[in-house]
């Protein structure tokens, strides 16, 4: 649907990427409770796969995300939130 494929992980604390499940992304996914329309233009299509439009912004993806995350209990604190198109 849209052009822009992101990979989402998180890293633990060995430092060994997992791609983040779909439900996590999802929920972010779903206006993340923030009502920050920028983050609409998102559609979680697997494990660690993210498509989205051009005026999500990578620079606040990854804080976005990383913050929703651990605010659910999904990562913990010294767990990290990696994107990349």
């Not at 430092?15 to 929920?27: E, R, V």
């Not at 920028?38 to 697997?46: E, K, N």
């Not at 051009?54 to 993806?61: A, G, I, K």
Request: a negative charge; proline letters at 7%.
């Amino acid at each position: 649907m849209f052009l822009r494929k992101i990979k989402v992980e998180y890293a633990e604390a060995n430092g060994a990427a997992q791609p983040c499940p779909i439900h996590w992304i999802d929920n972010f996914a779903m206006r993340n409770f923030t009502n920050d329309a920028v983050f609409d233009d998102t559609l979680p299509v697997a494990d660690g796969l993210l498509e989205a439009g051009f005026r999500v912004p990578m620079d606040r993806l990854r804080p976005a995300m990383e913050d929703w995350f651990r605010r659910k209990g999904y990562i913990k604190p010294h767990e990290h939130v990696r994107v990349s198109e």
